[in-house]
């Protein structure tokens, strides 16, 4: 049986150009406003096979809290949810291409806070939130398609909780407010149930929890890595075993919500049909207390440091670094060169209504293969906050989409320290510098909807107006997440093995040949995607669209969830 990669995209590096580019002094980076208002604020995103961003956010969101309201976007053909008083979008799909939208309906609440993957089909699939807690909600990758909804589905409500796709394309779904345990998607059987998990009731704070959302990352040895407050442990989710527990981060501060900080698995290399090894990066976060703190008007400054550790290493220890800004609520999106950008979020307080202040708005641009004491770059600022509830991905052509941000019970729009957010901005990292385009490389192939399967070899041939050196070549794929309250579910790089070299074929013409990843633990069973390829010279960047791969799973099995 073949099976199919999650979304990647691909770069070509050529190393006379170094893969991170220097910063200038004034701030690297730029930014443009997409759009003025998208009719809500993106408080979940996904990158879809269509080159499209999924976006939602909440509806009703119970009697306790009061209604939530309208949005901006009305529902298309005047539809109108079940109280009949919202006639409102509280979805939408976001257009790359041609920077538009349109308006996708929900029935019931996703809000506060679901999680979601891409699955084996293309379709997206989300599960649980604040009402509806144990639905599966499934969208898939068509014109016209809105959501097909699995009521009573998950043996328990899914709140505040983290997807992850296994190998055999399933989901791993893990924790929630007051749910200590893990399920799956599809389940092998409608009566499986839930299955405990004593470490997330042991990282658990009374009455300020700073476990939720947990970081979840599938290890290349088929376990999981799964960080809750200040400590990780190794799960064999097959087994139910506890496979490594990892030393607490220095410090012992929080790094989950509600002292949210942000967390990414670093590029992996591959090198003779392995990874050299695997390393997960934290930064940000809340001092122990600051939720309590915040409750009642005193804001505590947020964390200024990122733990570092090879969670592959049979003796793994945290390597401490301190970032030039403190931050909390902030982004971690991993870029095509290698690097990683630290973006949205403030300097104090922590997640939640009204609890943060001091919007960060300047970005940050880490460098994993510099020495300690020197990995980290200032961007160029923004001049938009983006607090509680604000997101940012990588979008194929190499820009960062930057939305969100709604610290409040309902779109506010006056009268408030950080006003609802509708914007939709672009953060283009220093290697899209519009100076530099006659230079850009263009991808002659392979052509669009290009199939690749596990352990397959491929050719790149691309194009560059000014002559390169053919030598040190790499070949990177990129798995864009499913974003929601600064974790980044399935996001993913790696480094491909190639012979680290392009040949000239003919003037200005070159071919790198690259090996796709052999084990599924590696690039994990997907779906089938438009991606892009990217062939960077000095820095630059270019893309064009393939896909990954053959399917698994049919369509109306993932429906009705069998």
Known sequence: MTFRFPLFYILLLLHHAPPCPATPASGGGSWSLLLPSIGISATHIQLLPTDRVFVYDRTYFGDNFGNFGN???????????????????HSVEYDVASNSFRPFFILTNFYCCSSGTLRPDGSLGITGGFKGGHFVRVSKPCDTCDWQEIPSYLAEQRWYSTNQILPDGRQLIVGGRTSFTYEFYP????????????????????????????????????????YAND?????????????????NITGGEPRNYPSTGSAVLLPMRIAQGKVEWVEVLICGGAPRNAYFNAKNGTFD????????????DPDPQWVME??????????????????VLIINGAGSGVAGWELGRDPVLTPVIYHPDRPVGSRFEMQKPSTVPRMYDSTAALLRDGRVLVSGSNPHKKYEFSNVLFPTE??????????????????????????????????????????????????????????????????????????LEGNNKAIATEKLLYKATVTAPASRNVAPTGLEFDSSLRV???????????SLGAGVSSPTEL???V
Do not use: W
């Not at 539809?79 to 409102?88: I, L, V």
């Open 71 to 89: 949005s901006n976007i009305s529902l298309l053909n005047v539809e109108c949810r079940p109280n009949t008083t919202d006639c409102t979008s």
């Open 187 to 226: 389940k092998a059987s409608r009566t499986e149930d839930s299955i405990p998990l004593p470490f997330l009731k042991e990282t658990t704070d009374p009455k300020m929890e700073n476990n939720l959302y947990p970081f979840v990352f599938l290890n290349t040895d088929g376990n999981v890595f799964i």
């Open 231 to 247: 400590r990780a442990i190794l799960f064999d989710y097959v087994k139910n075993k506890v496979v490594k527990t990892y030393p």
């Open 301 to 312: 400054k947020a964390l200024d440091t990122c733990g570092r550790i090879k969670i592959s």
């Open 322 to 339: 301190t970032m030039p800004i403190a931050r909390i609520m902030g982004d971690m999106v991993l870029l095509p060169n290698g690097c």
């Open 422 to 495: 509708l914007t939709v901005e672009a953060f283009s990292p220093v290697y899209l510098d519009p100076s530099s385009v006659g230079l850009r490389p263009k991808i002659i192939s392979p052509h669009n909807r290009f199939r690749v399967q596990h352990g397959q070899q491929m050719d790149i041939q691309f194009k560059v107006s000014n002559l390169v050196d053919p030598n040190l070549v790499l070949v990177t794929m990129v798995a864009p997440p499913f974003v929601t309250n600064s974790n980044s579910m399935n996001q993913r790089l790696l480094i």
């Open 536 to 546: 960077s010279s000095l820095g630059l960047v270019s893309s064009k669209e393939y």
């Open 559 to 561: 429906i009705r969830g």
